[in-house]
């Protein structure tokens, strides 16, 4: 009975074979494979490096070269060694390039970096005294209201002492036209 109640999965569950037609399709087919289960760590391959021509011989011994007197296969050696040379220069040259190009690129992109700092600096710098100036605009026009409550709070004080001098109730009769 405990085997009837315990039913264990198949361990290998059988997938359709899907052949991909298109790098597209290939892509999506890694990527589904990665999904299936996220707590395993993803492959990243690290990037190839580039590999230079190989260095020039240290001593190239008896090359004649094309002169008068060689053996005929002297000058496909030469001219071998001189294309590898010519193709080491170039690779020099093209990676002086790249990195003058690289260099110039960081340069423009600190100064860039550097005009939207000093532009998000003085925008966060305006909006500050903006909200600065709302707060001080607001204390002023707090102070005034409590100011405008004293007078008031004051005035009806010294008139309801004046009143309160001449046995005068506010209910009572009023002399001013038009009042109570």
């Not at 100036?133 to 607001?138: N, P």
């Not at 008031?152 to 009572?172: F, Q, V, W």
Request: glycine share 6%.
């Amino acid at each position: 009975m405990a085997n009837e109640e315990k039913k264990e999965k198949p361990k290998f569950q059988k997938r359709q074979v899907v052949v991909p037609k298109t790098t597209a399709e290939l892509q999506k087919l890694h990527v589904d494979a990665l999904m299936r289960d996220v707590s395993k760590v993803a492959k990243v391959p690290e990037a190839r490096k580039e590999r230079g021509p190989r260095p020039p011989p240290e001593s190239v011994r008896w090359v004649p070269g094309s002169s008068a007197g060689a053996g005929s296969s002297e000058f496909h050696i030469y001219r071998n060694l001189r294309d590898h040379e010519n193709k080491r220069q170039e690779w020099i040259e093209k990676k002086a390039k790249e990195e003058d190009q690289n260099e110039t690129f960081q340069q423009q992109r600190l100064s860039h970096l550097q005009e939207c700092e000093d532009k998000t600096s003085r925008k966060r710098a305006k909006r500050q005294r903006k909200k600065q100036l709302q707060q001080q605009a607001k204390k002023i026009k707090k102070l005034e209201a409590d100011k405008a409550e004293g007078q008031a709070a004051a005035a009806a004080d010294s008139d309801s002492d004046s009143a309160d001098e001449n046995g005068e109730e506010e209910g009572g009769p009023s002399f001013v036209v038009g009042g109570k």
